[in-house]
């Protein structure tokens, strides 16, 4: 039985053929609606979340499974006191595979720890979001062709931004990646990201405060969200939430080709007015989620559809 904790836990050939099983997937949905009868997903969110939970939920649901668990925990029994080592040896008898959110970093491979389903990892605090990051290698290899040889800038919020971390983990195992960090002075890529992932692999990187000098030389654009929910300090987040926004005017430096990427929820850092652009792609992005999230759930339970 497998688990998914961290983006590592598959090999880059594993990667890609669960990429290869994600566009089958979107060119053939007919031939997977029934892969999955008689299957049960769990949901088990401590955190609140719009697509993940959600598109596990659809993916679940396109495979012909069905779906069962909580969106908070307060509609949970964690509210009195519950751990997550006993929830999951009493899910693990209601489902045969479960995607976990939790605040707290470590929750999901804790419970993976006492479960008999495997346990994904829907995002952990500020450390990982493994199924984001499979959403946007999908996203970046479907809409540009390919994994390697290009100039990415990750901007905004790089110190408690799960999905930035896991998408430096795993975008260093392909050739020839530039990586171009935007972010404000308080808002920097934590050590143990930078020294001990792209330092140690020699990985070829910039940090910049200003999204306007790195914009013409970016092949894609990844922005992310000042996070309300990860400051102790409501004035700190008032004065950093607003340091990004990228908006026509902006965009006129960027490259014809260059894509914009964004996980999602966006707040101010992206203004409507770009979503026209046919560089801005992350409303694909979103969809692309649910072809990635059927192809990991098809790969954990180990079902194969000929
Ligand atoms: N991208 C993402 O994790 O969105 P949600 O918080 O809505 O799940």
Do not use: W
């Amino acid at each position: 039985m497998r688990h998914l904790m961290n983006p590592l836990d598959f090999s880059v050939e594993e990667l890609d053929r669960l990429l290869d099983l994600a566009n089958d997937i979107e060119a053939n949905p007919a031939k997977y609606a029934h892969a999955c009868a008689g299957k049960k997903l769990a949901t088990l969110f401590y955190e609140p979340s719009t697509r993940t939970r959600l598109s596990f939920e659809a993916a679940m649901l396109n495979l012909g499974g069905s779906v069962l668990g909580f969106s908070s925990a307060d509609s949970s029994s964690a509210a009195k006191g519950e751990s997550v080592s006993d929830t999951i040896r009493v899910i693990s008898g209601y489902a045969d595979i479960c995607a976990m959110r939790h605040p707290k970093e470590g929750a999901p491979l804790v419970a993976s720890l006492k479960s008999s389903i495997p346990v994904i990892n829907a995002g952990d605090g500020g450390h990982q979001h493994p199924t984001q990051t499979l959403t946007d290698l999908l996203t970046i290899r479907s809409e540009k062709g390919r994994l390697h040889d290009f100039t990415i800038g990750l901007c905004g919020d790089l110190k408690f931004g799960r999905t930035v971390h896991s998408l430096i983990q795993a975008l260093i195992r392909y050739p020839n990646i530039r990586f171009v960090l935007i972010s404000p002075e308080e808002l920097r890529l934590p050590d143990n990201i930078r020294d001990d992932v792209l330092v140690k692999n020699n990985q070829q990187f910039q940090e910049m405060v200003r999204l306007e000098d790195a914009l013409p030389e970016l092949d894609l654009l990844y922005m992310t969200r000042v996070q309300k929910e990860r400051f102790f300090n409501e004035e700190d987040y008032i004065r950093m939430k607003d340091f990004y926004i990228l908006d026509k005017e902006k965009m006129k430096l960027a490259g014809p080709n260059m894509l914009i990427l964004h996980p999602l929820p966006r707040v101010n850092e992206i203004s409507v007015e770009i979503d026209d652009d046919p560089r801005a792609v992350y409303f694909k992005q979103a969809q692309y989620g649910v072809y990635v999230r059927m192809a990991l759930i098809l790969t954990l339970l180990e079902v194969e559809v000929c």
